[in-house]
């Protein structure tokens, strides 16, 4: 889930009661976001990481060219459903609540499930009339027609899964919506466990086998949400949303078109065997994202419930600190078990993967250490301000690879990706802080920060050149060193005393 329907959905929590975060101690702020993390956040982390199963099936079953194009066509369907939603998810989030009769929640989801099909009712067919001059822009790959048509006819099914997985979120509808969103996850898997191993499909097979996932899963969704559904009797309510939806509308398309560009400048500098070493390189990445996103669904509500408390600012440097200390070691965890993990999941034909696994993993840790310092973005309510550190993120990425990857390679496209993460988190960090001033501590987190990046890259180059037990023994100091630093740097000397009272009591 993107950081704006998050944040959009606050109202949700805040009309029932839910956040009770503010009237609790430090400690208890803490424990709360931690139990919510654990709760929510593990509940999406484990849908997602489904993904992670059918990685070495398919890696061991393709080629690393044929992979990388399978992973770019699977992006590109992303891509193309965030298009067509266009931050109506964030809306429906927003103003669901805003409203007590159920007669005009139901004109308020429908007309905005109208306006999605609409999009894809008129621009469906022009996509596919027009396929063999758009897939020009795309990469060289083989059916490359054929693959863009599949994804094309999953659009319309991957709208009605994501409407019906958000309605029945936002309805409490528990039951219903772990059956849409573990299901469609354990149901997909089977299938292509089945299609790969029994029928010994290619690309557009496994994309067929996703396409009969959606249609099936789309039907069930619409009937789960069927007392929601009317017939619009005008489209007032889609109105109202639209000026709220536009914004996160375009922050999420370009959050989205960022990893299909990144595939495209791959495919087009270094060939199709550097973007299959780079998608099983994001997917080793997607570790840290699973991390990352159980404290994004958490953060938002829980961040938004205490901005008006005096001590706020005092809980949000705890969990700034706190979070960039986890987040650090995570990263560096990951890189040290990169190689045997590439290894185990997808066989030593793609060991060229692992350049990329820290910059990827250290850029999704620092965009999600960011998200705490741009909380004044929401505060304020000046979500148009994140457009501008997306628009900048783009070109820095786009210009990183480009000056980059001829350089180093695959290791200079994961360069690119990761300054574009650093500049994101810089300008967003910025604007946040000139729309609703807080007293960040920004110095002892951004030191902590440039010391892993500096340590990790120079701990991976050593082991590239005296081999790779000394790069893990580096990495192994490392990690110490940032435990060490992080205690001396990101606390002070009574919080210190505090952090190691906590811990005593948790001991005995």
């Given at each position: 889930m993107h950081l704006a329907t998050v944040l959009a959905l606050y109202p949700v929590f805040d009309s029932l009661r839910y956040n009770p975060a503010s009237s609790l101690s430090l400690k208890g702020r803490l424990q709360f976001l931690l139990r919510d993390a654990t709760l929510y956040g593990g509940a999406a982390a484990i849908s997602k990481a489904f993904a992670l199963i059918t990685f070495p099936l398919l890696a061991r079953h393709f080629t690393v060219e044929e992979y990388g194009v399978l992973d770019y066509f699977l992006v590109l369907g992303s891509l193309l459903k965030i298009f067509f939603i266009f931050g109506q998810d964030s809306a429906v989030a927003r103003y669901f609540y805003e409203y007590e009769e159920t007669d005009t929640r139901q004109q308020l989801v429908s007309q905005s499930l109208v306006f999605q099909l609409s999009g894809v009712a008129l621009l469906l067919p022009l996509l596919w009339i027009g396929s063999e001059w758009l897939t020009g822009f795309l990469i060289a790959a083989p059916e490359r027609v054929l693959l863009f048509k599949i994804v094309l006819l999953q659009l319309p099914f991957l709208l009605l899964i994501n409407f019906s997985q958000n309605l029945l979120k936002w309805t409490f509808a528990r039951a219903r919506f772990l059956t849409m969103s573990l299901g469609?996850?354990?149901?997909?898997?089977?299938?292509?466990?089945?299609?790969?191993?029994?029928?010994?499909?290619?690309?557009?097979?496994?994309?067929?086998?996703?396409?009969?996932?959606?249609?099936?899963?789309?039907?069930?969704?619409?009937?789960?949400?069927?007392?929601?559904?009317?017939?619009?009797?005008?489209?007032?309510?889609?109105?109202?949303?639209?000026?709220?939806?536009?914004?996160?509308?375009?922050?999420?398309?370009?959050?989205?078109?960022?990893?299909?560009?990144?595939?495209?400048?791959?495919?087009?500098?270094?060939?199709?065997?550097?973007?299959?070493?780079?998608?099983?390189?994001?997917?080793?990445?997607?570790?840290?994202?699973?991390?990352?996103?159980?404290?994004?669904?958490?953060?938002?509500?829980?961040?938004?419930?205490?901005?008006?408390?005096?001590?706020?600012?005092?809980?949000?440097?705890?969990?700034?600190?706190?979070?960039?200390?986890?987040?650090?070691?995570?990263?560096?965890?990951?890189?040290?078990?990169?190689?045997?993990?590439?290894?185990?999941?997808?066989?030593?034909?793609?060991?060229?993967?692992?350049?990329v696994v820290f910059p990827l993993a250290m850029g999704l840790g620092i965009q999600a250490t960011s998200w705490i310092s741009?909380?004044?973005?929401?505060?304020?309510?000046?979500?148009?301000?994140?457009?501008?550190?997306?628009?900048?993120?783009?070109?820095?990425?786009?210009?990183?690879?480009?000056?980059?990857?001829?350089?180093?390679?695959?290791?200079?496209?994961?360069?690119?990706?990761?300054?574009?993460?650093?500049?994101?988190?810089?300008?967003?960090?910025?604007?946040?802080?000139?729309?609703?001033?807080?007293?960040?501590?920004?110095?002892?987190?951004?030191?902590?920060?440039?010391?892993?990046?500096?340590?990790?890259?120079?701990?991976?180059?050593?082991?590239?050149?005296?081999?790779?037990?000394?790069?893990?023994v580096l990495l192994g100091g490392t990690m110490f060193l940032v435990i060490c630093v992080g205690w001396l740097v990101l606390f002070s000397q009574a919080e210190r005393i505090r952090i190691k009272t906590f811990l005593m009591r948790c001991l005995v």
């Open positions: 469609f996850t354990v149901v997909q898997a089977s299938l292509l466990v089945v299609a790969v191993l029994v029928f010994d499909v290619g690309i557009a097979g496994v994309l067929v086998v996703s396409l009969a996932t959606s249609i099936v899963f789309g039907a069930l969704g619409l009937f789960f949400v069927r007392k929601w559904l009317a017939r619009p009797r005008d489209f007032g309510r889609l109105r109202e949303m639209l000026p709220f939806a536009i914004p996160y509308g375009i922050i999420c398309v370009a959050g989205a078109f960022s990893p299909t560009l990144e595939r495209t400048l791959t495919d087009s500098l270094l060939g199709a065997e550097s973007l299959g070493l780079y998608a099983a390189g994001t997917k080793l990445a997607m570790l840290i994202g699973l991390f990352v996103s159980a404290f994004q669904i958490a953060w938002g509500p829980f961040s938004l419930s205490l901005y008006k408390q005096a001590d706020s600012g005092h809980t949000y440097n705890w969990v700034f600190k706190l979070f960039a200390l986890a987040v650090c070691l995570a990263v560096l965890t990951l890189t040290l078990l990169a190689q045997p993990l590439i290894v185990l999941l997808a066989t030593d034909r793609y060991i060229g993967a692992v350049v741009q909380i004044g973005i929401s505060i304020s309510k000046r979500s148009h301000l994140s457009l501008y550190a997306y628009g900048v993120a783009i070109l820095v990425t786009l210009a990183g690879i480009l000056l980059l990857s001829p350089i180093f390679g695959l290791l200079g496209v994961g360069l690119g990706v990761l300054l574009g993460y650093i500049a994101t988190a810089v300008v967003a960090s910025w604007l946040a802080q000139q729309a609703y001033p807080l007293p960040w501590q920004y110095a002892p987190v951004v030191f902590l920060m440039t010391l892993t990046m500096v340590s990790g890259f120079a701990s991976l180059w050593m082991g590239e050149h005296l081999g790779m037990l000394v790069g893990n």
